[in-house]
């Protein structure tokens, strides 16, 4: 079995950064790909970004492309959600997830989730 932890939430300043970092544990995660995803309140979660296992392909959504980068640290288990000029419409919660079967959006191909970390961007 395979744990998810997200860690580097918090509150910061519209303009401002924050990474998030997700350390697995239980097992190697370097053959899984490897995805961000967030709920704001009142809403459904939604896709982020994501990497593929190999970590040669990206994917981002609209929203946040240019200002968030996903990245992985297979030595550590860890990967890494680096964002940047934050707006308040980023606010919710994240949430890592990896899958073995996709590379791709969809929440229900992810095998394993954390818990999530709240983000709250102020104006």
């Known amino acids: 079995q395979v744990q998810l932890v997200e860690s580097g939430g918090g509150l910061v300043q519209a303009g401002g950064s924050l990474r998030l970092s997700c350390a697995a544990s239980?097992?190697?995660?370097?053959?899984?790909?490897k995805g961000w995803f967030r709920q704001a309140p009142g809403k459904q979660r939604e896709f982020v970004a994501a990497?593929?296992?190999?970590?040669?392909?990206?994917n981002y959504a609209d929203s946040v492309k240019g200002r968030f980068a996903i990245s992985r640290e297979n030595a550590k288990n860890t990967f890494y959600l680096q964002m940047n000029s934050l707006k308040p419409e980023d606010t919710a919660v994240y949430y890592c997830?990896?899958?073995?079967?996709?590379?791709?959006?969809?929440?229900?191909?992810?095998?394993?989730w954390g818990k999530g970390t709240q983000v709250t961007v102020s104006s």
């Open positions: 990497v593929s296992w190999s970590g040669d392909m990206t």
């Open positions: 239980g097992r190697t995660v370097s053959r899984y790909a």
């Open positions: 997830a990896i899958s073995l079967r996709t590379f791709g959006t969809n929440a229900g191909a992810f095998d394993y």
